[in-house]
């Protein structure tokens, strides 16, 4: 009779010790396997703190606060402790901080008043904002399951408006090399939300 060769452990199976080291540590499928066992509870901690319309910009830049600075805030984590627990009092403190930064910012212009040339126009419907709000959610599950690399590349580019010789000393790329590089990012995640949302895509494509 042959020996019984050991079962795989499956990645669900992983303690949050695992695979929170599994994202420090850059391996392929942590992000992703973070994203989908807790934005939730994530994204619940927001709306239970931000105001209504803001709870997608700060559930948005959580996700790039967290990639941008290289997993800070889970190498602090004490593992003795629970990291729900712990993500909710972290998500507290960033909501209040964002707070603190919008007011800052619209009382920088003097009063939110000067802000109404940026409102949403008359012809702008409400099923409009409906379907930006879902390719928005859409969009950010689709940037969880890129590899770290072009994470950093999308959020750095297209959210954080980091200027391409900044990016490019960052990760040490020739301006050629980096241009491909954010060509192939922006592709892969314009391929993941029609993936995740082929309703918005009629006209494509997305069979694999």
Not at 103 to 115: D, M, Q, T
């Amino acid at each position: 009779m042959s020996a019984l060769s050991p079962t795989r452990r499956d990645d669900s199976e992983l303690s949050d010790i695992e695979l929170v080291d599994r994202v420090i540590r850059g391996m392929r499928g942590a992000f992703d396997l973070f994203y989908q066992r807790h934005h939730r509870l994530i994204f619940h901690c927001i709306r239970s703190r931000a105001d209504g319309s803001d709870v997608d910009d700060v559930f948005q830049s959580f996700f790039e606060r967290l990639v941008e600075r290289d997993y800070h805030i889970l190498k602090l984590w004490q593992r003795s402790t629970s990291l729900p627990i712990y993500l909710s009092k972290v998500i507290r403190n960033f909501t209040i901080d964002f707070h603190r930064a919008k007011r800052k910012k619209e009382e920088s212009v003097g009063c939110l008043a000067e802000l109404e040339v940026f409102a949403p126009s008359e012809n702008e419907t409400v099923t409009t904002n409906l379907i930006l709000k879902e390719l928005r959610k859409q969009g950010i599950a689709a940037w969880s399951k890129l590899d770290s690399r072009d994470r950093v590349l999308v959020c750095c580019k297209f959210h954080r408006d980091l200027s391409n010789e900044d990016l490019a000393q960052r990760l040490d790329l020739s301006a050629g090399a980096l241009r491909t590089a954010l060509s192939r990012a922006q592709s892969r995640l314009l391929a993941g939300l029609q993936t995740l949302a082929p309703e918005y895509f009629p006209d494509r494509d997305v069979t694999p």
